[in-house]
């Protein structure tokens, strides 16, 4: 059961490029790093997914070291309606995908 | 558009009285999850079906039960809902439960305990 440790909140304003890290120390070899951002009364959406290295999508990119202890979610040029819960999960070998407590982000004008 | 598809949004119930939420998904995924949100809190895993294998989250109350009749469909029963279970209920799927397969989401569904 890989546990992931995320600030708890975060604050940004509007264009400025935002990075929020995940620590998972005990990831296991068959696990994948996905984020998944949450507005209130909604459920989660998927952002991007990685294993290794960075992977770039139309949204974020995903930075992921060699050890894959951790991992930062890049946000470019956030927007107001960035404005959201972001999470991390460790998925797939270790399975039981577990929510940690998220990374409350405020975009401001 | 191929989706997770939550009834009814809201639900209210009163305090012991059975109640039961509904998920279906037209993506023909393999696994379903349940999980259960509180406000300010992230959600938590219920359980979930990998096919028709159920998994038992070891902490969730027996107060809780599901059923999956057939890929499409997944059904969270609370038997008898206190106070305390008021929360977002979240249902997921997957392609599978190996990596490299992310969950999607429905749009939930709000009870209320009266």
């Known amino acids: 059961l890989a546990k992931t440790t995320q600030p708890i909140s975060m604050d940004s304003y509007e264009g400025q490029e935002v990075n929020i890290t995940c620590s998972h120390n005990?990831?296991?070899?068959?696990?994948?790093i996905t984020w998944y951002q949450q507005f209130p009364s909604q459920g989660p959406r998927f952002i991007i997914q990685?294993?290794?290295t960075k992977v770039t999508n139309e949204v974020a990119s995903l930075f992921i070291p060699a050890d894959r202890k951790s991992s930062t979610l890049s946000l470019p040029r956030v927007s107001l309606s960035d404005t959201a819960v972001y999470y991390c999960l460790v998925e797939g070998g270790s399975y039981i995908p577990t929510f940690g407590r998220g990374t409350s982000l405020i975009v401001h004008p | 558009d191929a989706m997770v598809i939550q009834n009814p949004r809201y639900q209210v119930t009163q305090f012991g009285k059975p109640v039961t939420l509904s998920c279906s998904q037209t993506?023909?995924?393999?696994?379903m999850y349940w999980y259960q949100q509180k406000s300010s809190q992230a959600p938590k895993l219920l359980f979930h079906y990998y096919d028709k294998d159920f998994n038992n989250e070891a902490d969730t109350p027996d107060n809780f039960q599901s059923r999956r009749p057939n890929t499409s469909f997944c059904f969270l029963d609370i038997r008898s809902p206190g106070l305390g279970d008021a929360a977002m209920y979240l249902c997921a799927t997957s392609r599978d439960q190996s990596g490299g397969y992310e969950q999607y989401f429905g749009p939930g569904t709000r009870l209320t305990v009266t």
């Open positions: 005990n990831i296991a070899t068959n696990d994948y």
């Open positions: 990685g294993y290794k």
């Open positions: 993506l023909n995924h393999n696994v």
